[in-house]
Structure formats: C-alpha cells, structure tokens
C-alpha cells in the first residue's frame, strides 16, 4: 500500500540502487522533466546533508568509528529528519503540494544494513519512518555489480567503505529479498539498469507519468 496518489499531496518517489547504478542521474532526469511541465519538484538525497546526515558521512568516510547499529541507527535517525524538520523536510513540502524525488531512502537501509544484522531489525528500526510515509513508487536502477564497480572506479576519486564487488554483489542480493519481504505494502518498480540514459530517462517516465 504506497501514498495516496491523489488529490493535493505531492507525489514522493524514491530512487533506489547500488552505488554506480545511475539513479542520482536518473533522479536529477525526472526532476528535470518536471520543472519543464511547470510541476513544483525537489529533488533530496540521503544520507542529507543536515546535522545527523554529516554525521553519517564522516562515518562513511572513516573520520569517525561506530559499531554497525549505531551506523544502521543514525541513518534511520537522518531519515525521520530528512521527512519532518521544519526548514526543508519532506512532509513539509508535500503538504504543500510540492513533489519531492529522493535519491535513497528506506530500501537503503534494508539493503546496505542487513549485511551485518537482520533485516526484520532494520525494518523494525525505520518502522517510524514507514509509518509517516510510504513512497508513492520506489524505483530500482538494476545493474549488474561489475558494470557498477567500473562506473564507480571510471568517476571518482575515491571508493567508500561499501564499494568493493563483493559487497556490491551483496547488497544487490539484500535488495531484492528486502523488495520480496515487503512486496504487499510496497509499490517497488524495478528497471533495467544497463540501458543508456536517454532510454532509462524513458522507461523512468513510462512508470511514474501517470502520478503526475
Ligand atoms: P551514495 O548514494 O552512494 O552517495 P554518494 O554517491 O555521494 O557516495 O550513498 C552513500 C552511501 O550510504 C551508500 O554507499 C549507501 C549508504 N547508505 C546506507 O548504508 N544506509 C542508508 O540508509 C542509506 C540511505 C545509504
């Protein structure tokens, strides 16, 4: 059961993958689009930049040590600030009518978490944040782990902690038992991931035009 689609609500879609799978390109694409038709749209991230977000960051980045629940539990911490804090949170936002695209949300933290902890754990850890909202469609970037490594050795500078092949392969795995766990209550839509952009931005714009 995702959002209500209808009525005065902004639309929220979430934009879902491993690193190196294209969605914060795709998510910029539809956003992008939206502006162009005259739609108020925003387009987020997590882990944000506020104050638990930097947090997290420096904590990706291995400035800062933490035990693995501790990590799984501030970034549930970042995502009840992400919906609720009065300066750019996204409840806000969609109350007023605003669509807000997310780059990671929820599915992030069944995926990526559940490495070292059960997945019904980190479920129950970010059941606030379902409660308050439930995407109106996730969308999945799929692609397969080797051709994310490549793009993510190809674009920058440094990997982070969770960029190795293996863990990708993992965390690819973690995603789609998240996404059969949750399949009743979740609206998940998963796309090929291999295609260009140009073609992805289409297949992206086939599957959420008619929220719009
Ligand atoms: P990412 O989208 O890769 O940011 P960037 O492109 O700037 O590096 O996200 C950062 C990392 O955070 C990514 O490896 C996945 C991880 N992550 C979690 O482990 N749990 C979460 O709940 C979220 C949202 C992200």
């Known amino acids: ?19 190196g799978s294209g969605k914060t390109t795709q ?4 956003a992008a689009r939206l502006n162009r038709m005259g739609l108020a749209c925003c387009q987020t991230r997590e882990p944000t930049a506020g104050p638990i977000g930097s947090l997290v960051h420096q ?30 949170g996204i409840l806000p936002l969609l109350e007023q009518g605003t669509h807000v695209l ?15 902890m059960p997945m019904d754990w980190v479920i129950e850890a970010n059941a606030q944040a379902a409660q308050l909202l439930r995407p109106t469609a996730t969308i999945f970037i799929d692609v397969d782990p080797n051709t994310a490594l490549e793009r993510i050795s190809k ?48 297949q992206v714009w086939e599957a959420v035009k008619g929220y719009f």
Do not use: P, W
């Open 27 to 30: 998510a910029a694409r539809l």
């Open 102 to 116: 997310t780059d990671r949300y929820y599915f992030s933290s069944y995926a990526y978490h559940s490495v070292d």
């Open 59 to 88: 904590i990706m980045t291995g400035r800062i040590a933490a035990d693995n629940r501790v990590v799984a539990a501030l970034y549930a911490a970042d995502r009840l600030d992400h919906l609720l804090n009065q300066t750019d």
């Open 1 to 19: 059961m995702a959002q209500e689609t209808k009525g005065t609500m902004g639309r929220f879609i979430a934009f879902e993958g491993i690193d």
């Open 155 to 202: 674009n920058r500078f440094h990997t982070e902690i969770y960029e190795n092949l293996a863990r990708l392969t993992k965390t690819r795995e973690l995603y789609f038992q998240a996404f059969e766990k949750e399949k009743d209550r979740e609206n998940i839509l998963i796309l090929d991931g291999s295609m260009t952009e140009d073609q992805l931005e289409e």
